[in-house]
Antibody, heavy 121, light 109 residues
Framework: EVQLVESGGGLVQPGGSLRLSCAASGFSFSSYAMTWVRQAPGKGLEWVSVISGGGGSTYDADSVKGRFTISRDNSKNTLYLQMNSLRAEDTAVYYC??????????????WGQGSLVTVSS | EIVLTQSPDTLSLSPGERATLSCRAS???????LAWYQQKPGQAPRLLIY???SRATGIPDRFSGSGSGTDFTLTISRLEPEDFAVYYCQQFGSSPKITFGQGTRLEIK
C-alpha cells in the first residue's frame, strides 16, 4: 500500500525557515517524480515544486523560486521541502504527492495527508 | 504560463442528476497532460481522470472526461451523495509548468 506521511509543519515567524519531510512507502520511490502542492486556508490548489525520480531535475513555481528548495533522499525514501524567507502568504497546508507514472508524467495519484505551515508573528 | 479557468464556480444539483464541469485553458494543452481531481473537506485531493479521459484506479465509471485543445469536460453521469465536493483540473506543460484550475464546488441542491 502506498503511503505518504508529511511532517515538519508548524508556526514560524515571517522571514524564518522550515523544512518539511515526506516519508514514502509501498512503491519504488526512486522511480517516480514527486511534488509539493499547497493550499492556503479556504483557497484552491497551488503547485509549488517537483523533482525527478533521480533527483537531478527540479522545477519550482515562480512564487517560491529562490526561497524554497525541493530535494529527496532515495536511500531514505524521503522527500523534502526547505522553505526559507517565509512570508505570510506562504501559510497553507502543504501536500506531497507521487507522480502517476515513471517517465515525464506530472499527474499525481497518491497524496499525503498534508502538513500545516503558518507564517505569523 | 497556461491558465486554467473552470466553470461554473459553484454547481448546485440533486443526487441522481448529471453534472457537467468545464475547464478551459488559455492556450492549447496536450490531452495527455490534463487531469481532474476531487477534494472533500479536510482531505487530500484524489486523482479521478488523467490523460483527459482515462479513469484512475478505483474510480467509478459514472465519472468520465473528455475534450481536447483548450476545452475539457468532467461529467458525472448520476450524482451519488459522496460526489459532492470540489473538483480541480490540472495540466502540465514543458519545463514542466504545472497549473491547477481554481476549482468548481459541486453542492447539493
Amino acid at each position: 500500500e502506498v503511503q505518504l506521511v508529511e511532517s515538519g509543519g508548524g508556526l514560524v515567524q515571517p522571514g524564518g525557515s522550515l523544512r518539511l519531510s515526506c516519508a514514502a512507502s509501498g512503491f519504488s520511490f526512486s522511480s517516480y517524480a514527486m511534488t509539493w502542492v499547497r493550499q492556503a486556508p479556504g483557497k484552491g490548489l497551488e503547485w509549488v515544486s517537483v523533482i525527478s525520480g533521480g533527483g537531478g531535475s527540479t522545477y519550482d513555481a515562480d512564487s517560491v523560486k529562490g526561497r524554497f528548495t525541493i530535494s529527496r533522499d532515495n536511500s531514505k525514501n524521503t522527500l523534502y521541502l526547505q522553505m526559507n524567507s517565509l512570508r505570510a502568504e506562504d501559510t497553507a497546508v502543504y501536500y506531497c504527492a507521487k507522480s502517476r507514472c515513471s517517465t515525464s508524467c506530472y499527474t499525481f495519484d497518491y497524496w499525503g495527508q498534508g502538513s500545516l505551515v503558518t507564517v505569523s508573528s | 504560463e497556461i491558465v486554467l479557468t473552470q466553470s461554473p464556480d459553484t454547481l448546485s444539483l440533486s443526487p441522481g442528476e448529471r453534472a457537467t464541469l468545464s475547464c478551459r485553458a488559455s492556450q492549447s494543452v496536450s490531452s495527455s497532460y490534463l487531469a481532474w481531481y476531487q477534494q472533500k473537506p479536510g482531505q487530500a485531493p484524489r486523482l479521478l481522470i488523467y490523460g483527459a479521459s482515462s479513469r484512475a484506479t478505483g474510480i467509478p465509471d459514472r465519472f468520465s472526461g473528455s475534450g481536447s485543445g483548450t476545452d475539457f469536460t468532467l461529467t458525472i453521469s448520476r450524482l451519488e451523495p459522496e460526489d459532492f465536493a470540489v473538483y480541480y483540473c490540472q495540466q502540465f506543460g514543458s519545463s514542466p509548468k504545472i497549473t491547477f484550475g481554481q476549482g468548481t464546488r459541486l453542492e447539493i441542491k
